[in-house]
């Protein structure tokens, strides 16, 4: 008896591998969580929700649209929200390519950028990152062809770090024509300091094929209640809900996310510290000898090559998230904890330096 066939284009598709978890979650410097508990106020508002979840939530997401749009400027309909960006993510690449398409997106990037394209059916172009781990966006531009529907633009960059610069960000976009999604994934703007950073609304603005995606996993801490959403004009915003599966976002979600909107003081407080982090743990590892590319996430990226998962074991008990044959990426997280990484770091030159 033959059993079930999933769809050909699965075949070569990996499972999602998470972040390793450690047996203390202080020591888990492996998914670019946020070391700080909810923001005031967000378990209190996400309780309310609780003694009603025999309802199903507001599919139109309509409060949390309305916070959104208050945010931005923006009219509601130019939001699309899902179970975190990468949902949001999904569902735009369903919405826009099929087999015989071509997604571009440059590698090194996010882990679940070849599950999502690859799952459409269509073809990925991987284009190298330049030798400093930032995008190359020329040949990304030369790699695009009639078959290209969207290409995708991580910034920062995970698990590298660089950002992609404002000004080679429209020189880019000048080159792609306007039937071509350019998404700016922006899960990580939050914690840029590079004042050259690319401005993904500000593009927005300008350019009708721009899709910025946000999250409030990282930032705002809520990474365990998965809401992301994409800013976009209107219909290519429409075609994300319309690919997305309804009552996805709960109301406890949805509660949450809206009530950290209301915290941004504290938001950019706790931001801050961990932006300070990041620049200690940043200067300590050069200091050591590491040649650590620019870091504008909530992370900090080792090139380690071949012996990135030998390190990554040997981090123990901190949990980092090795590439195997590339390198160890290790999120800013309890500042012990990051200075316990950091003298594992020195120890490790010490043995292979
Ligand atoms: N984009 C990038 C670049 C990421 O690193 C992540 C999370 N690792 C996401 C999107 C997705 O985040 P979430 O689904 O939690 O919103």
Redesign the pocket.
Known sequence: MSSPRSRKALDDIPLYKPGKTAADENFKLS??ENPYGPLPGVMERAATQLGRINRYPDAGMTVLYDALAKKFALGPDHFAAG???????FALLNAHCEAGDEIVYAWR??E?YPIAADLTGATTVRVPLRADATHDLDAMADAITERTRVVLV?TP???TGPIVRHSDLVEFLAKVPAGIIVVV?E??VEFVRDPEAADGLALLAEHENVVV?R????AYGL?GL???YAIAQPSVAESIRKATAPFSVTDLAQAAAVASLDSEAELSARVESIVKERETMLTALRDQGWDVPEAQ?NFVWLRLGDDAMEFAAACDPVSVRPFAGDGVRISVGDPAVNAEFVSLAAGWLVDHG
């Open positions: 998914s670019n179970t975190g960006s990468v949902a949001v993510l990037s996010f679940a991580c960059n995970n698990p994934d899960a990580y995606l999250t409030f996993s990282k990474a998965r809401v992301g996430g």
